[in-house]
């Protein structure tokens, strides 16, 4: 099984549409949590962490259930600009601390 | 530098042959990572140094995978005998420390083995 796990998607929505994807965590001691995007051809960048009161930025909404090992991210009003695969990433903790990314989720906004 | 530097941007070789990608951090970021991301796929953890320690060389899948870090700085990833299947962008990642959560990212080095 693999440490973080995602729906590949691809998810085409219309803009204006929401769209919420997820992902699970197989490592009970993962510590910190995050969403990066990345942008066809393009390397990752840091979209949001997710803390577990859950936390919004704008249109962007994260939530995380740890009895569950779960992590969302809700996108409101989608914008063209929003296409990108959406990579859920998961600290754990040890020794070393790294950081683990799941496959990624393909949004597709059309017009 | 201001960001994450990777060279060789593209790099085509034959099976067989051995290669070497580097990695210049942002200055100041003892924390650095090595990730391959072949065609479709997501980011498969290779190697992590951080600072003086020992590196973490759990991800690397096999023997003829290594990487170096020199002086706490630049690092160099080398692929010896180079197979097909290590086509991939090898990117590379570094964070101001061990509690640092945000990682910056190279623009990668893409890797064809033909």
């Known amino acids: 099984r693999k440490e973080v796990e995602q729906d590949p998607g691809p998810f085409n929505v219309p803009e204006g549409a929401t769209v919420a994807f997820n992902c699970t965590y197989s490592?009970?001691?993962?510590?910190?949590f995050f969403w990066y995007r990345q942008d066809c051809r393009k390397e990752p960048k840091l979209l949001m962490s997710v803390y577990s009161s859950g936390n919004e930025d704008g249109r962007f909404t994260a939530q995380l259930n740890r009895a569950s090992q779960y992590i969302s991210l809700l996108i409101r009003d989608s914008k063209l600009s929003d296409s990108a695969t959406y990579l859920c990433v998961v600290k754990v903790s040890g020794g070393y601390n790294k950081l683990i990314f799941g496959a990624g989720t393909r949004l597709a906004v059309h017009p | 530098g201001a960001g994450v530097s990777q060279s060789p941007s593209n790099k085509v070789t034959e099976k067989g042959k051995d290669v070497e990608l580097r990695c210049d951090p942002i200055?100041?970021?003892?924390?650095l990572y090595w990730y391959r991301q072949s065609l479709g796929q997501g980011l498969e953890f290779l190697i992590y140094?951080?600072?003086?320690?020992?590196?973490?060389k759990s991800g690397l899948p096999s023997d003829r995978f290594s990487a170096e870090r020199t002086g706490g700085s630049v690092s160099t990833l080398t692929i010896q005998r180079t197979q097909q299947e290590d086509s991939a962008v090898y990117l590379c990642?570094?964070?101001?420390?061990?509690?640092?959560?945000?990682?910056?990212f190279g623009a990668g080095s893409r890797l064809t083995v033909l």
């Open positions: 140094f951080q600072g003086n320690s020992a590196p973490d």
């Open positions: 990642a570094s964070s101001r420390d061990r509690g640092a959560n945000v990682l910056t």
């Open positions: 490592n009970s001691a993962s510590q910190s």
């Open positions: 200055s100041g970021h003892t924390a």
